[in-house]
């Protein structure tokens, strides 16, 4: 099977400015975060399951009058509760 070929990549310009990008700097700040590309925040996403949802809880300011006491229930996708 043939790899597969990017069919579009949005300039520096369009990346420096997008959402992606502003939450990465965020991250940076907050939680001293830094990652080389997209697939490096991806896997820290991935390894860092309740830290990354409870950034984006922070991030977003989902509710800045309450913090969360936990992230995750202990279940399995589609069972777990989040919040």
Same mark, same amino acid.
């Given at each position: 099977?043939?790899?597969?070929?990017?069919?579009?990549?949005?300039? $520096?310009?369009?990346?420096?400015?997008?959402?992606?990008?502003? %939450?990465?700097? @965020?991250?940076?700040?907050?939680? =001293?975060? #830094?990652?080389?590309?997209?697939?490096?925040?991806? $896997?820290?996403?991935?390894?860092?399951?309740?830290?990354?949802? %409870?950034?984006? @809880?922070?991030?977003?300011?989902? =509710?800045? #009058?309450?913090?969360?006491?936990?992230?995750?229930?202990?279940?399995?996708?589609?069972?777990?509760?989040?919040?």
């Amino acid at each position: 099977m043939d790899s597969a070929k990017i069919m579009w990549t949005p300039d $520096k310009s369009l990346q420096e400015r997008s959402n992606l990008q502003h %939450y990465h700097q @965020w991250l940076k700040q907050h939680y =001293d975060l #830094s990652f080389e590309d997209y697939e490096g925040m991806w $896997k820290w996403s991935c390894d860092h399951i309740e830290d990354f949802w %409870y950034s984006l @809880w922070q991030y977003f300011a989902v =509710d800045e #009058s309450y913090k969360p006491k936990r992230i995750l229930s202990q279940g399995m996708m589609p069972d777990v509760q989040w919040f």
